[in-house]
């Protein structure tokens, strides 16, 4: 009974400029992301944007449709024709549905009446539905302020739309609208999320990991590569290029030349760089990282003044005022934090001097990392930098073959 799915726009209704290339861009989204549902049709009125599901299950849809940016929310609703009689047999139908778990749930009807033309107000209609489904379900009870679920009745021309589940989408920007970036990726918990963060706004991301073999593991790498695979599906199904910079030469003559305390703001310094330049080689117009204000050394406001100083990109750090609770929430929720909290070293953790400096001077620090010869090495670094791209397909039957079967919801018709 439940043969569409409404899909309603977020923030980008403020754009008035670009509204209809957003639009446009989420719908495309949309339909590559659900290319191998062959059944569905599509079809766009003004802000809304319907996908008839033709009999297919709602449930892998539904996954699939909370990981695209810029979708505020979603139902699944169910069509019929915009008539009293029509309207009165489909509320039944799914107010029925709703108590079939559990009968003392409480109810509300909001309705929305789209058709001027309809003989009834919206006011009318909710009071005609409301005391035709007290005479015909027995024991139903309504609860205007706390209700358990709310009917909603949306009356148009072309039909009338009723359903009982909303579904909150990621909201933000379609995926990609607001230009490229480059993600600066440890295998931590921060930077995976201040990915997911960047692309929920509309940004696309390629990334960049600095990875010092033999004293970082190759499954540090690929740690970093399961972090991304994770946040792949919420890009615009396209893949992601992850740029693996050799960094064993810089940090070892850091850590050989340059006083201990200064090594870490100064091997940030040669990361901003190095990551500076393949930004404006593969066009990323800011680098993103997870940066977090007084949550390590590097990362007071005078450590970050020093090391974002060799940079005149714009750096974007959505963590930067976050607890670290709610990183944590958000890696949780993204399925990205148990693959983060795995042991293996990452390139900082290697070399960390016991004391390292929370208020670097920047004079001194210029003084000292000019006793390494950083610009070969920097060059020499970006030479052997490997590119290793992330298929989006490969996620996306995972995705598809990992569909608990059992848990597909049938969807009980009851009539
Ligand atoms: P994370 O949890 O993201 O590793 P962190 O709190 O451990 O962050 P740092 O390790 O100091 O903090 O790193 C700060 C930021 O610098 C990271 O969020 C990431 O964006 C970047 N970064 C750190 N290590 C690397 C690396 N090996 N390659 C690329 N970027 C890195
Ligand atoms: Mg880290």
């Known amino acids: 009974m439940e043969d569409h799915i409404l899909i309603r726009y977020g923030e980008l209704s403020l754009k008035k400029s670009n509204r209809k290339q957003f639009t446009q861009r989420i719908q495309n989204h949309i339909k590559r992301a659900l290319k191998v549902f062959s059944k569905l049709s599509f079809e766009s009125r003004g802000m809304r944007f319907y996908i008839m599901l033709n009999d297919e299950?709602?449930?892998?849809?539904?996954?699939?449709?909370?990981?695209?940016?810029?979708?505020?929310?979603?139902?699944?609703?169910?069509?019929?024709?915009?008539?009293?009689?029509?309207?009165?047999?489909?509320?039944?139908k799914l107010v029925l549905n709703e108590l079939k778990d559990d009968k003392n749930k409480t109810f509300k009807i909001e309705t929305n009446r789209g058709d001027k033309s309809f003989p009834y107000t919206s006011i009318e209609i909710t009071k005609m539905v409301g005391?035709?489904?007290?005479?015909?379900?027995?024991?139903?009870?309504a609860d205007v302020h706390h209700p358990n679920f709310t009917l909603y009745l949306d009356v148009r021309h072309e039909g009338s739309f009723l359903?009982?589940?909303?579904?909150?989408?990621?909201?933000?920007?379609?995926?990609?609208?607001?230009?490229?970036t480059l993600l600066m990726?440890?295998?931590?918990?921060?930077?995976?999320?201040?990915?997911?963060?960047?692309?929920?706004?509309?940004?696309?991301?390629?990334a960049i990991h600095f990875a010092a073999p033999p004293y970082t593991s190759?499954?540090?790498?690929?740690?970093?590569?399961?972090?991304?695979?994770?946040?792949?599906?919420?890009?615009?199904?396209?893949?992601?290029?992850?740029?693996?910079?050799?960094?064993?030469?810089?940090?070892?003559?850091?850590?050989?030349?340059t006083q201990s305390d200064y090594c870490i703001t100064i091997m940030r310094?040669?990361?901003y760089r190095i990551s500076e330049q393949i930004a404006k080689r593969i066009g990323a117009l800011a680098l993103v990282n997870g940066e977090n204000v007084g949550q390590v050394a590097s990362q007071t406001l005078e450590s970050i003044q020093t090391i974002e100083q060799v940079t005149s990109m714009p750096v974007i750090r959505p963590l930067a005022i976050f607890d670290k609770q709610d990183i944590v929430n958000i890696a949780m929720r993204i399925k990205t934090y148990d693959i983060s909290i795995l042991?293996?070293?990452d390139c900082c953790t290697v070399f960390v001097p016991k004391h390292p400096q929370i208020k670097p001077n920047l004079n001194y620090t210029i003084v000292e990392e000019n006793k390494i010869d950083y610009k070969r090495m920097i060059e020499k670094a970006i030479a052997d930098t490997e590119r290793i791209v992330l298929r989006v397909n490969k996620h996306y039957d995972y995705l598809l073959n990992n569909q608990d079967k059992n848990k597909k919801q049938e969807i009980e018709e009851l009539f």
């Open 57 to 92: 299950d709602s449930k892998p849809i539904i996954d699939i449709l909370q990981k695209i940016p810029g979708i505020y929310s979603f139902s699944v609703v169910s069509r019929c024709a915009s008539n009293m009689d029509d309207i009165y047999f489909l509320a039944k």
């Open 131 to 141: 005391s035709y489904l007290f005479k015909n379900i027995e024991g139903l009870k």
């Open 163 to 180: 359903f009982t589940k909303t579904f909150i989408g990621m909201g933000g920007f379609p995926a990609g609208s607001l230009g490229k």
């Open 185 to 206: 990726i440890s295998g931590g918990i921060d930077s995976v999320v201040a990915g997911y963060l960047t692309i929920k706004k509309g940004m696309s991301v390629d």
């Open 218 to 257: 190759p499954l540090a790498v690929q740690k970093v590569i399961d972090l991304l695979e994770t946040i792949t599906p919420y890009t615009e199904y396209q893949d992601i290029n992850l740029y693996v910079v050799p960094f064993t030469e810089i940090q070892k003559s850091i850590y050989e030349y």
């Open 269 to 271: 310094r040669m990361m």
């Open 343 to 345: 042991p293996y070293e």
